[in-house]
Nanobody
Framework: QVQLVESGGGSVQPGGSLKLSCAAS????????MGWYRQIAGGQRELVAVMSHNGGINAKDHLKVRFRISRDNAKNEVYLQMNNLEIADTAVYYCNAVNGNYQYVYWGQGTQVTVSS
């Protein structure tokens, strides 16, 4: 029943920008934590940024300047504004949600972001 659907990925040149969106459905009430992880080819899935329902943010330090997370609690949506993209940002970006006093973990299918010249 629970679905997280990402959108906004694509191909851009270095220095470009993208805004990712994730819409959650099948969950009643405000979700505890929503955010983003990414998996670079050949690597492990890693934290990008997550935000709690009250606005607290946990983000990867070296991405904080370029990537900005936001969410709309009323819609149970979360966004990632990605600026000044680098080739090293190329990855599959996954929407993540945790809920029910952190008992339940949900993942989207992922959206590809490719940065190349």
């Amino acid at each position: 029943q629970v679905q997280l659907v990402e959108s906004g990925g694509g191909s851009v040149q270095p220095g470009g920008s993208l805004k990712l969106s994730c819409a959650a459905s099948g969950i009643d009430g405000v979700i505890d934590v929503m955010g983003w992880y990414r998996q670079i080819a050949g690597g492990q899935r890693e934290l990008v940024a997550v935000m709690s329902h009250n606005g607290g943010i946990n983000a990867k330090d070296h991405l904080k300047v370029r990537f900005r997370i936001s969410r709309d609690n009323a819609k149970n949506e979360v966004y990632l504004q990605m600026n000044n993209l680098e080739i090293a940002d190329t990855a599959v970006y996954y929407c993540n949600a945790v809920n029910g006093n952190y008992q339940y973990v949900y993942w989207g299918q992922g959206t590809q972001v490719t940065v190349s010249s």
